[in-house]
């Protein structure tokens, strides 16, 4: 993980429009023509400890196609989405919000990771709902965990 002269950034954001008419791509629906660009962004944000916002959904009366961007950009690794209207709001901070199935088994790792890896005899990883959870697990968890945390989904689960 690289760091920063200065913390001025806080996120990378895929300018898909530009990106398109720079390289006089067509947009389609499906955006395979941004995946290369779009995988580069998550791959140098998280590099640099940045967040990584996905491409503006411009069908902005289409909240099922931005639905499915949303789940697309999520597998992909970015943690956000720009919007161009107010209407799209709600879907992307709920798409883009851990899930509560997530933020379960999130937890249940980091406590069964903590409690297997720590003191004398401490192993090296655990299993949990039949998962073998090891260090990139359990950080991904810890990840899950913070982003619930952030989006006021623990209640009283912390």
């Known amino acids: ?22 390289l006089e791509l067509i947009r389609t629906k499906a955006a395979t023509e ?10 140098v944000a998280k590099a640099y400890g940045l967040q990584a916002i996905d491409m503006v959904h411009i069908d902005f ?22 919007a161009i209207h107010p209407a799209q709001l709600e879907a992307i901070h ?6 509560e199935k997530d933020i379960d088994f999130a937890m249940r790792c980091v406590e069964e990771y903590e409690a297997t890896t720590t003191g004398v005899g401490g192993k090296g990883a655990c299993v949990v709902d039949g998962i073998v959870v090891d260090a990139p697990v359990y950080k991904w968890a810890v990840k899950i965990m913070k982003r619930a945390q952030q989006a006021g989904m623990l209640g009283n689960k912390q």
Request: glycine share 4%.
């Open 1 to 22: 993980r690289q760091s920063l002269p200065h913390s001025y950034l806080d996120a990378l954001i895929f300018a898909s429009e530009d990106y398109c008419a720079d």
């Open 34 to 43: 941004m995946l290369h660009a779009r995988s580069q962004i998550v791959t």
């Open 94 to 99: 709920t798409d883009f919000a851990p899930r």
């Open 61 to 82: 009366r289409n909240l099922e196609d931005l639905q499915r961007e949303c789940q697309e950009g999520r597998e992909m690794g970015f943690t956000g989405k720009q």
